[in-house]
């Protein structure tokens, strides 16, 4: 993902790329029942969350091969993806959509956050949620989850293909969070839905100052009405957009 890129998903909203992306043909790929740590502040804090997945897949556990002295060896995959996610990642983990126990901590996360790890996201939930979320770092998840994650989940593997809230993840995919949640954008499409979604935000910025103006969205939005789109080039041409 080149730079430009970068910078306009971060000024771009989920639904909007959403929208790019149905166009493609893609309807599933926002991450079901996940939402910032943090809340609403944590997204206003930090912004959008943008960076290629590194993923981690959980399968339910097997009491005999997941005992506690597990976390001891180095290779334990969670603790491997920890030391191991790209600086610039996000690390997204396939917890079931199960939330009963914790896919990670506030230690876990915390390294990942000093390593310069974009965020991370699960469809399970975090221990330790409330300092995660007043981390300097996005993150997402589907609500609290208090017990250690090999209580129930037992991680096997790393940077494979996963599913994350019905979402289908491949590493190297680009995932960009905001306040309202996360969105998977295939890897070889990722310059030009960014390019469609920023262009896609100015006339949205465009609709919005109009609609509050009183203006109906008949001919506006979408802009059937040739002076809607005569109106929007005045307006970017003033707004520098």
Not at 139 to 153: D, M
Not at 201 to 218: I, M, P, Q
Request: proline share 7%.
């Amino acid at each position: 993902m080149n730079s430009e890129t970068l910078k306009k998903l971060k000024g771009v909203s989920v639904a909007t790329l959403c929208t790019a992306l149905y166009k493609r043909g893609l309807s599933r790929q926002f991450i079901q029942n996940v939402h910032p740590v943090g809340g609403a502040a944590q997204h206003a804090r930090l912004g959008n969350m943008v960076g290629p997945a590194y993923t981690l897949r959980y399968i339910p556990a097997r009491e005999d091969l997941n005992p506690l002295s597990v976390f001891e060896n180095r290779s334990h995959p969670q603790r491997k993806a920890v030391e191991e996610c790209p600086a610039g990642a996000v690390m997204v983990i396939d917890c079931l959509k199960d939330a009963r126990a914790a896919s990670a901590g506030s230690i876990l996360v915390t390294r990942l956050m000093k390593r310069g790890v974009a965020g991370i996201v699960t469809d399970g939930g975090y221990r330790d949620s409330v300092e995660i979320g007043q981390l300097d770092m996005p993150s997402y998840h589907q609500r609290p989850a208090a017990p250690t994650n090999i209580t129930l989940f037992q991680a096997v593997d790393i940077n494979v293909p996963i599913g994350c809230g019905d979402a289908p993840v491949w590493p190297g995919d680009i995932i960009v969070g905001d306040g309202e949640g996360v969105v998977v954008i295939p890897a070889h499409i990722v310059d030009e839905v960014a390019e469609e979604g920023f262009q896609m935000t100015a006339y949205e910025d465009f609709v919005t100052e109009k609609v509050l103006e009183g203006r109906s969205t008949f001919g506006l939005y979408p802009p059937t009405d040739p002076k809607s789109k005569d109106d929007f080039a005045v307006w970017r041409k003033a707004k520098g957009r």
